[in-house]
C-alpha cells in the first residue's frame, strides 16, 4: 500500500538520549524499561522495549533512539508506554536499535 507525505507526516518520529533503564520482569517477551530524553518541548516519556538480546541496561544509558511520540499511551503489564522506540529485526528477528550515526539535539523530528 503506498501513502503520500501527508500521511507520512503524521507521524512524529523524534530522537532523544535514554536516561534511565530499568528490568521488566513482569513483561510477557524479555523486555526493559526505558525512560527517553526528547528535549524541553516534548519532555521525557516512557517505553517497554524488547531489546535484551543486543543491549543491557548499563550499554542504553546515553544511547540516542528514534520513537514515535503521538500514539496513545498503551499499558504493558503494570507499566504504562507513552513512546514507541523504533528498531530493525536482524536475521532471527532481535530488535537492533535505530540510532543516529552523529549526536543531535534531542527532540529533533525525522524528515
Known sequence: MKIDYKDFSKVD?????????EE????????FKIWVD??????ERKSSA????????????GKQVAAVVNF?????????????VLG???EVGEVV??????????GGKLF
Open 50 to 61: 524488547q531489546i535484551t538480546h543486543y543491549y543491557d541496561l548499563a550499554s542504553l544509558i
Open 13 to 21: 518520529i523524534r530522537v532523544g538520549t535514554i536516561s534511565r533503564a
Open 72 to 84: 496513545p499511551a498503551k499499558q504493558i503489564g503494570p507499566f504504562m508506554s507513552d513512546c514507541l
Open 24 to 31: 521488566f520482569p513482569e513483561a510477557h517477551n524479555p523486555s
Open 97 to 106: 536499535l535505530i540510532t543516529p550515526s552523529h549526536d543531535v539535539p534531542n
Open 88 to 90: 530493525f529485526p536482524d
Open 38 to 43: 526528547f528535549g524541553a518541548e516534548i519532555g
